[in-house]
């Protein structure tokens, strides 16, 4: 099959969708991979390396686009990509269609066959492609905070550990799920003292042992976390009910009885935020000051560090790549589950519920499709 991976050009997107080692597995398989000019710069690798690994280097989008029967990217498609996607091409990236009509409505224009990284659904339940990115955003979590919580920058000038001598940062967790648990692992790892808050008691069982008694975990409701909050120096909102906004967890009204310089670092604000106060910041201009709380609300973090990125997101879709490579995407979603889960749109029909149900447009059912 011919890969196309074109330079992503959505505003502050620096991740690229493979890397040359995915390049060269891809190869061995016998397929052909093109790479845009200049598109893993911002990942660290160059031209070179794709080349090395068995690439093709094209000049522009335009050409990828043509060239090849699946594109592979990082990003949904924006608008001024939506003309170059063409009838049958295999579009394999994030789309969060759910969100945005007008990708939506695109997409059933161009006939295309789109697969989408966000559904792609395990015999767990897990969404084995959003994973990697809310490791890297929990983790990153934790970093922000404890720089925000530097006096420069805005916040109380407490040093997360502490010192001897010197008590440490509280670190208030709320949501102890992928991101949350990474959080809590930078924050302990700095000697900072922290606590997770769950609504799930099975959850907080698997913490407690995880964390060998060196986390506080509570279930969570809405008493705990006032009476947290307003010991905490840093608090990090992790919560996600699946397909629902984020339920807002700290009142605008309890921002008043926060410490003066607290952080708060909102990694839901994708999902619409889970403080009152909170609303969509990027990394050109992070936060913003309410009532001396620092509100850290970035809704792309990855995208700061694409290099981990960028590993972190290929080294999860590359499986996933190489079989609908190798076997098309019809037999690919016919004998693999999480890849039939993953299709979204087949030549203009919606197959996803979900998606269809947001918009009131038509469902048709996969299995006649494939
Ligand atoms: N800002 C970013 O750049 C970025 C990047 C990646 C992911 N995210 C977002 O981060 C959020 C969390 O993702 P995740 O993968 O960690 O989710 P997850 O499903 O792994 O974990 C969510 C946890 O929240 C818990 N929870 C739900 N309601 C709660 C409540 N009221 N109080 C306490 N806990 C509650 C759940 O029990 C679960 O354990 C999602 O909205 C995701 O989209 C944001």
């Given at each position: 099959m011919k890969i196309g991976v074109p330079k992503e050009i959505k505003n502050n997107e620096f991740r690229v969708a493979i890397t040359p080692n995915g390049v060269k597995e891809i190869v061995s398989h016998g397929h052909k991979v093109f790479i845009e000019e200049n598109a893993g710069l911002n990942s660290s690798f160059n031209d070179e390396d794709y080349i090395s690994a068995g690439a093709d280097i094209l000049e522009n989008n335009l050409s990828i686009y043509n060239e090849s029967e699946l594109i592979l990217k990082v990003k949904e498609p924006i608008e001024e990509e939506y003309s170059l996607i063409k009838e049958n091409q295999i579009v394999f990236t994030?789309?969060?269609?759910?969100?945005?009509?007008?990708?939506?409505?695109?997409?059933?224009?161009?006939?295309?066959?789109?697969?989408?990284?966000?559904?792609?659904?395990?015999?767990?339940?897990?969404?084995?492609?959003?994973?990697?990115?809310?490791?890297?955003?929990?983790?990153?979590?934790?970093?922000?905070?404890?720089?925000?919580?530097?006096?420069?920058?805005?916040?109380?000038?407490?040093?997360?550990?502490?010192?001897?001598?010197?008590?440490?940062?509280?670190?208030?967790?709320?949501?102890?799920?992928?991101?949350?648990?990474?959080?809590?692992?930078?924050?302990?790892?700095?000697?900072?003292?922290?606590?997770?808050?769950?609504?799930?008691?099975?959850?907080?069982?698997?913490?407690?042992?995880?964390?060998?008694?060196?986390?506080?975990?509570?279930?969570?409701?809405?008493?705990?976390?006032?009476?947290?909050?307003?010991?905490?120096?840093?608090?990090?909102?992790?919560?996600?009910?699946?397909?629902?906004?984020?339920?807002?967890?700290?009142?605008?009204?309890?921002?008043?009885?926060?410490?003066?310089?607290?952080?708060?670092?909102?990694?839901?604000?994708?999902?619409?935020?889970?403080?009152?106060?909170?609303?969509?910041?990027?990394?050109?201009?992070?936060?913003?000051?309410?009532?001396?709380?620092?509100?850290?609300?970035?809704?792309?973090?990855?995208?700061?560090?694409?290099?981990?990125?960028t590993y972190a997101l290929t080294n999860k879709t590359l499986p996933y790549l190489i079989e609908i490579a190798n076997k098309g995407w019809k037999k690919a979603s016919k004998e693999n589950k999480e890849i039939k889960t993953g299709v979204n749109v087949i030549n203009g029909k919606v197959v996803n519920e979900n998606v269809s149900k947001a918009f009131g447009v038509e469902y048709h059912n996969i299995n006649s499709l494939i």
């Open positions: 994030y789309f969060h269609f759910a969100s945005h009509k007008p990708l939506l409505d695109a997409m059933i224009k161009s006939n295309s066959v789109c697969i989408a990284y966000e559904t792609v659904e395990d015999n767990n339940g897990s969404l084995p492609l959003l994973v990697p990115m809310s490791e890297v955003a929990g983790r990153m979590a934790t970093q922000e905070g404890a720089k925000y919580l530097e006096k420069p920058m805005g916040g109380r000038g407490i040093l997360l550990g502490g010192v001897s001598g010197v008590e440490p940062a509280n670190v208030l967790i709320i949501g102890g799920g992928i991101s949350g648990t990474e959080a809590a692992r930078m924050a302990v790892g700095l000697q900072a003292n922290v606590t997770i808050l769950d609504t799930s008691q099975n959850r907080l069982n698997e913490l407690n042992d995880l964390f060998e008694g060196k986390v506080t975990c509570k279930l969570s409701n809405k008493e705990i976390i006032e009476k947290e909050a307003i010991n905490s120096d840093l608090i990090i909102g992790a919560v996600l009910i699946a397909g629902a906004k984020a339920p807002k967890l700290i009142s605008k009204k309890l921002l008043k009885s926060l410490k003066n310089g607290c952080v708060m670092v909102d990694i839901a604000i994708d999902q619409g935020g889970c403080f009152e106060t909170s609303s969509p910041t990027t990394h050109q201009n992070p936060i913003f000051i309410i009532d001396n709380v620092v509100h850290y609300c970035v809704a792309n973090m990855p995208g700061a560090v694409p290099y981990t990125s």
